[in-house]
């Protein structure tokens, strides 16, 4: 069968890992990277991977089946998948909850007409911990459920602290509030606020001349990212940073306890503890690459989330081999 040719646009910590994760994957070979960039500038974990200026995309080309974007999702999905929904079918990791719906909505526009395939918001959260979310609730309709995160480094966090004017550098992690989490484990149903579940904690490092109260207000209020949050910023060396943080561990839980009968407790959890968040959603994407360019041969077209991928498109295996060693 033939390879799925795939494209990777936007050389950054989530670009790497989808180059590494490709090499791992039999069924699928790495066409190059996009960048916005002068390629000459990037240097890729792969010798043999080849880099290309992002408008080497404007032209017709027949040697890509999906691109997999891995640029930030403050600023650079909004405008990158819908324009190049409508020429390639492409995955994205696409993280600002509160927007999944225009997004969605505006990649729909660029890939149904486009009879291209887009499976938006991929990744763990949005992407895995979305699954069982409707998973839990759809099995247990009483109940409650919780999503907890980190202690760890949110790359859309970081990535939009990153794009504050004045920000040289800096990481995001993030922080779950451990008496919630007791409560919850304790079988309670609190009602809990977005600000009682986490709290976020930034180190920054400016950029020569810029207002460190400045940038504060800037991170604290930004909407959606920090506003809903407890949010510190500290404020670092270029060193410092590089010396304290570059790792990018994270992890999280999602946990549904409710009843099917009164009285009948059950308990669905899934869990994740992820030394690279960013090697991890890089994997996930790549599945779900694999699963777009099926989809696209199979004439779904339009975009599509998680909640729209058959899981055994997933998977290298084929449908029989599926029935016979997974089921
Ligand atoms: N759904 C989920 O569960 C998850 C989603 N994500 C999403 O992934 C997004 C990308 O994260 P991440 O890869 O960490 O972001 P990065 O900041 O590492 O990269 C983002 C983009 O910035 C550009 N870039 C990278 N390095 C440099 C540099 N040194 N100088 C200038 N530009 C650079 C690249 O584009 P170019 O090559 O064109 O310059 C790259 O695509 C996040 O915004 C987040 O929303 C991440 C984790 C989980
Ligand atoms: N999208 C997140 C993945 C998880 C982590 C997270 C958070 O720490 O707020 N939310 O969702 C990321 O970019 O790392």
Redesign the pocket.
């Known amino acids: 069968t033939t390879q799925i040719r795939v494209g990777i646009?936007?050389?950054?910590?989530?670009?790497?890992?989808v180059e590494t994760a490709i090499g791992l994957s039999p069924d699928m070979s790495l066409t190059g990277?996009?960048?916005?960039?002068d390629p000459a500038s990037?240097t890729t974990v792969g010798t043999a991977t080849e880099v290309f200026a992002?408008d080497e995309l404007d032209r017709d080309r027949d040697d890509i089946d999906v691109l997999i974007?891995?640029?930030?999702?403050?600023s650079?999905?909004p405008e990158q998948s819908p324009a190049l929904a409508a020429r390639f079918s492409i995955v994205?990791?696409?993280?600002?909850h509160a927007h999944i719906p225009e997004h969605f909505a505006a990649v729909d526009a660029a890939a149904r007409p486009a009879g291209t395939t887009a499976v938006i918001?991929?990744?763990?959260?949005?992407?895995?911990?979305s699954l069982n979310r409707v998973f839990s609730e759809a099995i247990i309709p009483q109940g409650a459920t919780y999503t907890f995160w980190g202690r760890g480094l949110?790359?859309?966090?970081?990535?939009?602290l990153?794009r504050v004017p004045g920000v040289a550098g800096g990481v995001q992690y993030t922080l779950p509030s451990e008496a919630a989490m007791e409560r919850v484990r304790a079988g309670e149903h609190p009602d809990l606020s977005t600000r009682e579940r986490h709290t976020r904690e930034c180190f920054v490092v400016l950029e020569e001349g810029a207002d460190a109260e400045t940038v504060r207000a800037e991170i604290v209020s930004m909407p959606d990212y920090f506003e809903p949050y407890d949010t510190t910023v500290h404020f670092i060396s270029a060193q410092e940073l590089e010396r304290d943080h570059q790792g990018?561990p994270?992890g999280g839980f999602v946990i549904r306890s409710g009843t099917t009968s009164p009285g009948t407790q059950q308990v669905i959890e899934y869990q994740l503890a992820l030394e690279s968040?960013?090697e991890?959603?890089a994997s996930?994407l790549v599945a779900y690459a694999r699963a777009a360019a099926r989809m696209n041969r199979a004439g779904v077209v339009g975009a599509q989330t998680v909640y729209d991928v058959a899981p055994g498109l997933l998977s290298p295996l084929s449908p029989e081999q599926l029935r016979a060693d997974y089921l």
């Open positions: 646009v936007g050389y950054g910590n989530l670009g790497r890992g990277v996009f960048t916005r960039r990037v992002i974007l891995c640029g930030g999702s403050r650079d999905l994205d990791s696409y993280d600002n918001s991929t990744g763990w959260d949005p992407g895995l911990f949110s790359q859309g966090h970081s990535d939009a990153r990018m994270h968040n960013p991890f959603t996930v």
